[in-house]
């Protein structure tokens, strides 16, 4: 089994909302990620968790706040955002933060900032 | 130069033909490659890893793999329409344990 689970599919938001992007994971992995992708362009990774910890944050601005509470759930709190922070954001895992582990990519939350 | 280039296409093969996709990258110490599958307004679905040069098959695909030319590239056998989607090439360069991607090529299977 290798589904990454993501909720919700779609969410509409305007620049003064909070709302939260959730992804779920059974597969023992224990490397987690957050990724943002724009139309027509690859994903562009945002953050990195690794046994819990957040070991890569790619610089990304503070009202997109991660949190991993446990070794199954990743979380993507978000503040303040501006219409450019549309976009299909990918949640994806692996066995071990290493060179050779495959990431397995969630369905997405396509996320719009009105 | 880009980190992983790949031609954004259109690449148009009729069907039943070897699609052709290819990827080639800066780092030199790149340790692992991966192809990805993106149908239109879905994730990323992983077709094919590779991390010692030569050739790895798995059914209609295969990925080819030269370090010293610092290509990978894929091969679609049988070309199939439900095979029209783009192509991402993704390495990881072994430092910091991310990949990073190439722009994708969009890949469009003639009936």
């Known amino acids: 089994d290798t589904e990454v689970t993501q909720t919700p599919k779609h969410l509409v938001m305007g620049m003064t909302n909070k709302k939260s992007l959730k992804c779920e994971q059974h597969?023992?992995?224990?490397?987690m990620y957050w990724y943002k992708q724009k139309a027509k362009k690859p994903p562009e990774l945002m953050f990195v968790?690794?046994?819990?910890?957040?070991?890569i944050n790619e610089s990304v601005p503070s009202r997109f706040s991660p949190e991993c509470p446990n070794s199954s759930l990743l979380n993507l709190h978000l503040h303040a955002l501006q219409p450019e922070d549309s976009a299909l954001y990918l949640c994806?895992?692996?066995?071990?933060?290493?060179?050779?582990?495959?990431?397995?990519f969630g369905p997405g939350t396509r996320l719009l900032v009105l | 130069q880009k980190e992983v280039e790949q031609n954004s296409g259109p690449l148009s093969v009729p069907e039943g033909a070897i699609a052709s996709l290819n990827c080639t990258y800066s780092?030199?110490?790149?340790?692992?490659f991966f192809w990805y599958r993106q149908y239109s307004g879905k994730s990323p679905e992983l077709i094919m890893f590779?991390?010692?040069?030569g050739d790895k098959e798995d059914g209609r695909f295969t990925a080819q793999l030269n370090k010293a030319s610092q290509y990978v590239s894929l091969l679609i056998r049988d070309s199939q329409p439900s095979d029209s989607a783009t192509y991402l090439c993704?390495?990881?360069?072994?430092?910091?344990?991310?990949?990073?991607f190439g722009k994708g090529t969009r890949l469009h299977i003639l009936p």
């Open positions: 597969m023992g992995h224990r490397a």
């Open positions: 968790y690794s046994y819990e910890k957040l070991s």
């Open positions: 590779i991390y010692s040069n």
């Open positions: 780092d030199r110490g790149s340790q692992s």
């Open positions: 994806a895992s692996s066995q071990e933060l290493a060179v050779q582990e495959t990431q397995y």
């Open positions: 993704a390495v990881n360069k072994g430092r910091d344990d991310k990949i990073i």
